[in-house]
């Protein structure tokens, strides 16, 4: 309802003075903050929750607060100027148009940067305390916007000596598992704003973001030196370290994003389409150490338009992915070859473990896109904590509730390809191979130079001796067909390429809907 509203004849003077007050919640009474936020290129925090939510489904939580310094302000200078505590919160429903009401449920939670720099008030602590043990009880997926400066340090109403008995992070972090919960972060985010988004399951943020653990004031305050605020954790580190999932170009896109995001954990989808999938015969090179992309694999596999790429530039070799199969969501981990030839890595470990945690939280199945020589080995990939983190992967694939299918696109070699199928190629629901695809306990050619050791050192002849090699390889490349794994029942089964899609779908129908598992927190790295 608008301002104008409130001199209306027959208003009882109780409303009016609610409407007035209302009214000075929004946006339009503080045009100069809005222009200010404007021209920085930036959207209001009401304006990005409008833009996130379905019409008309926001029910806001503690409107009326305001920062508590009644001590060092005017009252009416707080409520014109600190509305809301500058912290938005309320429940809505989000992708109600594909979803329906029940499974569209979710809270919504903004700081609002145009308000005392996003800072996080004692107010807003006790409204998220609120929202988090409501969002707990009613089960809500969360959106959660954290821009903003971390504490602050300017509130007068409330007697504090540490304030480290407050409870947000607590309640928040014990989410964990329990809903999934996005993060959006636009522009700076430090401190108490950046373990919001930090404790999250996944992040979304703008190319102009700068997250870290502490903004300029603290590292000074440390003895650090004098830091830009944008050179804190820009997108430039933070992207490639992993420690974002989706870089955007801006709030609009960022929303977007969001909402897809969110709709994997929404449920299935009754209307899809799909690409050839005969192009698949061809999809991979036949020359063993020939690189190739595997994303375009991933995005023929899937339901067109439904492929959103995880942690993107960092630990390339190994690619994590949301997408939807015939409208049911999934998870796919895949190796890219392009990137030590799709070894996994100590930091790819990493990465594919802890997705596969987030998809068995909330009840997604796993394709595995297996085209891997096995770990990454060597003195520098063990100087990276190789023994302890490359395990992480396989703990999480026994873990494991959801089903699993896997699919041996080219070569599966070692604890590696063991790996990328939870454990065993019998641990998934189903294992299947493409024809040009060859399995073995290590990369072929170092187990022919392993296994002949003593033969091949008595032979003096460089180029002999190089045959031999040679006629072995071609030899353990034949046994190591996918046709003879199947054979030995080593495998389920060799399809035709074309058909993986045709096969996945039908497995994941007959292994039912998975349930998730509410009872396991979610690793934040």
Known sequence: MTPEVVGHDGVRPDLAELLRRRALTQDAARPDAVQRRHDRGGRTARENVEDLVDPGSFVEYGRFAIAPQRMRRDIEDLITRTPADGLIAGTARINGEHFGDERSACAVLSYDYTVLAGTQGALGHRKKDRLFELIDRMRLPTVFFAEGGGGRPGDTDYPVVSALDTRAFALWAKLSGVVPRIAVVKGRCFAGNAVIAGASDLIVATADASLGMGGPAMIAGGGLGEVPPDEVGPMSVQEPNGNVDVVVADEAEAVAVTKRLLGYFQGSLTEWTEADQTMLRTAVPERERRAYDVVPIIETLADEGSVTLLRRRFAREMVTALVRIEGRPVGVIANDTRFTAGAITAAASDKAARFLQLCDAFGLPVVSLIDCPGYMVGPAAEAESLVRRASRMLVAGAALRVPIIAVVL????????????????????LTVAWPGAHLGPMGLEGAVRLGLRKELD??????????????ATAAAQENAKALNAAMLFEIDDVIDPAETRTVIAATLAAAGKPAPSRDRFVDTW
């Open 458 to 471: 008595v032979i003096t002849d460089a180029d002999e001796r190089e045959a031999r090699v040679q006629a």
């Open 410 to 429: 080219r070569r599966g070699y070692g604890l590696g390809a063991q790996a990328m199928a939870g454990g065993s190629l019998h641990e998934p629901v």
